[in-house]
């Protein structure tokens, strides 16, 4: 997506210090996107986001739906964005909205990890 720095899956929400997957305890699976504001916006990213989830359904803290931000416009941003997905409180969404916690990367498997799976198997024809 142009505009995009960098995108690093990993950890986040938690109060234990370094989680792993093996041992994420109060932490969520996140992914930490580095964007250039001057490409692309928050909103079109939110939007990119919303497209691609479905938050219909409660899940554990480890699988939760959250947007983390980092400025008073991001959050703003983030409860409209979950507003529109709610239909205007006519479908219940579990999206948690945050400010931005301390990040850790996630183990190197877990990075680009669908294009990992996809190259590893075997042509079809």
């Not at 986040?12 to 989680?19: A, C, D, F």
């Not at 996140?30 to 899940?59: G, K, R, T, V």
């Not at 507003?83 to 877990?110: C, I, M, N, T, W």
Request: charged share 25%.
């Amino acid at each position: 997506m142009a505009g995009v720095i960098s995108c690093v899956v990993g950890y986040t929400g938690g109060e234990k210090k370094s989680p792993t997957y093996q041992n994420i305890m109060d932490s969520t699976e996140a992914f930490m996107i580095e964007f250039d504001p001057s490409i692309i916006s928050y909103e079109e990213i939110l939007n990119e986001w919303a497209d691609q989830h479905a938050p219909y359904y409660p899940s554990k803290c480890q699988y939760k739906s959250g947007v983390w931000f980092t400025s008073d416009e991001q959050r703003i941003a983030a409860e409209k964005k979950v507003e529109e997905l709610s239909k205007g409180g006519q479908r219940k969404v579990y999206v948690d909205v945050e400010p931005v916690k301390a990040f850790y990367e996630g183990e190197e498997y877990h990075q680009n990890f669908l294009d990992k799976q996809v190259s590893s198997r075997a042509p079809m024809w």
